[in-house]
């Protein structure tokens, strides 16, 4: 549920702190006072698009805050996925939008994109609006409808057809692809032949490419290396006056007084030590002098090598080992082409075996589906003679479909009829607005106790109804709050008198500008809100009376469910 709500900077909110209660709220106020806009900022704060028109002219940042309590732990593990904790199983959701076209989400302190904030708050809140009537018009959505009524029983087998009918989809692409593959195919043929045989004929093995390059970067220095070599030679030992020959000069000078102090004796075996150095040195000078040789032919055998691992790399790969992955990768292609009617004939009974699979998995679907049918059908046409259509004849429709679909066999689509002796029509093509209205509600109703939200939030779905309909549409939102937070916005005086809580949203303007103000409204103040949307700026004490009368109305109704629910029986 929605505890409390911050909203700074944001359209013509200049600043906004309310807080929410379990049952039902509603928010009211005149047409443009920004009952709508604060039902936007709620919306950011469950994932929706933001904009920098959303901003507060004249201001740099918006700011929304919303601090959800969930009461459904089977969900923390569900936000442990995305790395949200939530100790005390509160959420503080922050949405902040800059000018620069910039924002920020975060989720208990934590950054995160507004896709996982979606993910995460879907579960929590739900919004009916005007939007959900655009949905209900939707027969692609109705099969969900359907699957969510029933979604104990048919949620593992949903999962399994899903899974079998991809796997189907997949298979049948490969069979499409073999079987219009033809003349491509045999061009793809030569080419593949040619490969093979490129790469086999260079009879590549790992690491040769890298003692090839070691033995031309000899062959290509030998010059230098032998210059160097004989140089070092020179001056080591010289005839006149060679290194070594001056270090056992030296040597000898300091072994002659060694017995005088210990430190003459230490340099004198330092001197002795670096001599034995260079004696070893000059081995290995002279050694490397001694094997040294260019072969020319082996330096262009060994360029001729290398020229073949540059040309295999520009084509098939970075390395030897990436063009014998490639090589293996083009082998068994080759292998499919060359066996493509064996391969077809695999793939055109693996396609069958698949299909007859996902057949039988969509006909079970159907089964639970149509039982749910029937039992939803019964209780939407029961919930529309409370909202007064009498005469309702609610129906899920299941049309056959000539081949497999995403959701199994059969098209289902919600049909109606409103008056009796009237056949029954697609929803879409014969409800009006107050009808949807209702019908939304009677769904909303016969859902609330499945699912998992904790807040339903009705923005104006009671437009186009009014009198004994508008009564019974409150009562039925009542009946929801019951089971979760209910916020509301509404027009009717009937929906306002049901809520245990009202907030009037009005504007003031101050220094030449807008401001949207909310305020709690005391019992007293209840009554003067009603009767003010009951007959207009004119309030008289008629109207005032007539507001009273709705608030014990409502009163009267909140109490006999409490009865009805103490003594066991259904709402």
């Not at 911050?6 to 009952?35: P, R, S, W």
């Not at 039902?39 to 933001?50: C, P, S, T, Y």
């Not at 009808?435 to 939030?457: D, G, H, N, P």
């Amino acid at each position: 549920m929605i505890q409390e709500l911050y909203i700074k900077n944001f359209a013509i909110i200049e600043e906004i702190h309310c807080q929410f209660d379990d049952g039902m709220t509603v928010l009211t106020g005149e047409t443009g006072a920004g009952k709508s806009i604060i039902i936007d900022a709620v919306g950011l704060l469950l994932g929706e698009r933001a904009s920098i028109d959303m901003i507060r002219f004249g201001e740099d940042k918006a700011v929304i805050q919303g601090l959800f309590l969930f009461k459904d732990e089977s969900l923390k593990p569900n936000l442990a996925s995305f790395g949200i904790d939530v100790p005390d199983r509160q959420l503080l959701v922050q949405r902040e939008l800059y000018r620069n076209g910039k924002s920020s989400c975060r989720v208990n302190g934590q950054l995160c994109t507004v896709s996982i904030l979606k993910q995460v708050m879907n579960q929590m809140v739900d919004i009916h609006g005007q939007n959900e009537h655009f949905l209900l018009l939707n027969p692609q959505k109705h099969v969900d409808l359907i699957d969510l009524f029933a979604f104990k029983e048919i949620n593992p087998l949903k999962e399994q057809y899903e899974e079998v009918y991809q796997s189907y989809r997949s298979l049948q692409r490969e069979l499409q692809h073999q079987l219009s593959a033809g003349q491509q195919e045999m061009q793809r043929l030569d080419l593949l032949k040619f490969q093979i045989d490129e790469i086999q004929q260079a009879n590549l093995e790992l690491g040769e490419e890298e003692k090839l390059s070691e033995e031309k970067n000899y062959f290509t220095h030998y010059q230098k290396i032998q210059q160097a070599l004989q140089l070092t030679s020179a001056i080591l030992e010289g005839e006149e006056a060679g290194v070594l020959d001056q270090v056992a000069q030296a040597m000898n000078a300091m072994q002659s007084i060694e017995s005088i102090d210990e430190e003459y004796q230490a340099i004198s075996q330092q001197l002795q030590d670096a001599y034995y150095q260079l004696q070893d040195v000059i081995s290995s000078v002279h050694a490397d002098m001694d094997n040294a040789s260019f072969d020319e032919e082996r330096f262009k055998e060994i360029e001729e090598r290398l020229d073949i691992y540059y040309h295999l790399k520009r084509k098939y790969g970075v390395d030897a080992e990436a063009i014998l992955a490639y090589l293996e990768e083009i082998q068994l292609e080759l292998d499919q082409v060359e066996h493509r009617d064996d391969y077809i004939a695999q793939l055109t009974n693996d396609v069958a075996k698949k299909h007859d699979e996902a057949v039988s998995l969509a006909e079970e679907l159907a089964v639970i589906r149509k039982k749910y049918a029937g039992i939803l059908a019964q209780m939407v046409e029961h919930q529309l003679k409370d909202l007064y259509m009498p005469h309702a004849k609610f129906e899920v429709n299941f049309e056959a479909l000539k081949e497999l679909g995403e959701h199994g066999l059969n098209q289902i689509e919600f049909y109606l009829s409103t008056n009796t002796g009237e056949p029954l029509k697609p929803l879409a093509k014969i409800a009006s607005g107050g009808e949807l209205s209702r019908i939304t509600l009677a769904l909303k109703t016969i859902f609330v106790k499945e699912q998992v939200v904790s807040t339903v939030i009705f923005d104006e779905i009671d437009t186009g109804v009014s009198g004994r309909v508008a009564q019974a549409i409150a009562e039925k939102m009542q009946y929801v709050s019951e089971f979760a937070q209910v916020l509301c916005i509404t027009h009717l005086p009937q929906v306002s008198s049901m809520a245990n809580h009202q907030y009037r949203i009005q504007k003031e303007e101050q220094d030449g500008r807008t401001r949207t103000k909310l305020v709690l409204l005391s019992p007293e103040e209840r009554v003067a809100e009603l009767a003010r949307m009951s007959s207009g700026e004119v309030i008289t004490e008629l109207s005032m009376e007539h507001a009273r009368e709705l608030l014990t109305i409502a009163e009267n109704s909140r109490q006999k469910n409490n009865q009805l629910k103490l003594r066991g029986f259904k709402l």
